[in-house]
Antibody, heavy 118, light 107 residues
Framework: QVQLQESGPGVVKPSETLSLTCSVS?????????WGWIRQSPGKGLEWIAT???????NYSPSLKSRVTISLDTSRNQFSLEMKSVTAADTGVYYC???????????WGQGTLVTVSS | EIVLTQSPGTLSLSPGERATLSCRAS??????LAWYKQKPGQAPRLLIY???SRATGIPPRFSGSGSGTDFTLTISRLEPEDFAVYYC?????????FGQGTKVEFK
């Protein structure tokens, strides 16, 4: 059974960089599938952020592309998200997920709450 | 980007009743539509993909239909664990987008 677990700081100051990691167990991410980040906030609902293929190719939401980087660490079976210049609008629950090529997510992490506040 | 509009916002029903949830896309997404269920404090769970294919482990009381711009999720007989928020998501046109959700609550 594939399991995903997000980790990262619960609080980030405005204008700083948010860094999150997703640890995957039960499947080697270098073997295939797509891996992505999705967030949820009361104001914007569920919002797709970025997706990474096991080969390293990436796809970003146009609205976040200038601030976001998704990357792979196959040696640790993890993938990560960096988001620069955060504001209060970036507050929410961040989920990592396994995605099928078509773009839907079949396995999700439990989510991690990120609050942007000074 | 594609806007998905879900209706109704809230559905008040009793266990054993039939639930019919709607999702309308601002332009055609073919059959590239998924449905998720989310309970408080939990991550969304995939129910349906490809508009009508049930995900692994999803009971047959859940069914999806539609194509193009109009989609429906039907729960034939509500079980207590089905009271939750349901989201549709399109993945036919990038960026993938989600609907705002329909809450199925106890009547």
């Amino acid at each position: 059974q594939v399991q995903l677990q997000e980790s990262g700081p619960g609080v980030v100051k405005p204008s700083e960089t948010l860094s999150l990691t997703c640890s995957v167990s039960g499947y080697s991410i270098s073997s295939g599938y797509f891996w992505g980040w999705i967030r949820q906030s009361p104001g914007k609902g569920l919002e797709w952020i970025a997706t990474l293929y096991h080969s390293g190719s990436t796809n970003y939401s146009p609205s976040l592309k200038s601030r976001v980087t998704i990357s792979l660490d196959t040696s640790r079976n993890q993938f990560s998200l960096e988001m620069k210049s955060v504001t209060a609008a970036d507050t929410g629950v961040y989920y990592c997920a396994r995605e099928w090529a078509g773009g839907y997510s079949d396995f999700w992490g439990q989510g991690t709450l990120v609050t942007v506040s000074s | 980007e594609i806007v998905l509009t879900q209706s109704p916002g809230t559905l008040s029903l009793s266990p054993g009743e039939r639930a019919t949830l709607s999702c309308r896309a601002s332009q055609s997404v073919s059959s590239y539509l998924a449905w998720y269920k989310q309970k408080p404090g939990q991550a969304p769970r995939l129910l349906i993909y490809g508009a009508s294919s049930r995900a692994t482990g999803i009971p047959p009381r859940f069914s999806g239909s539609g194509s193009g711009t109009d989609f429906t999720l039907t729960i034939s007989r509500l079980e207590p664990e089905d009271f939750a928020v349901y989201y549709c998501q399109q993945y036919g046109i990038s960026p993938r987008t989600f609907g705002q959700g329909t809450k199925v609550e106890f009547k």
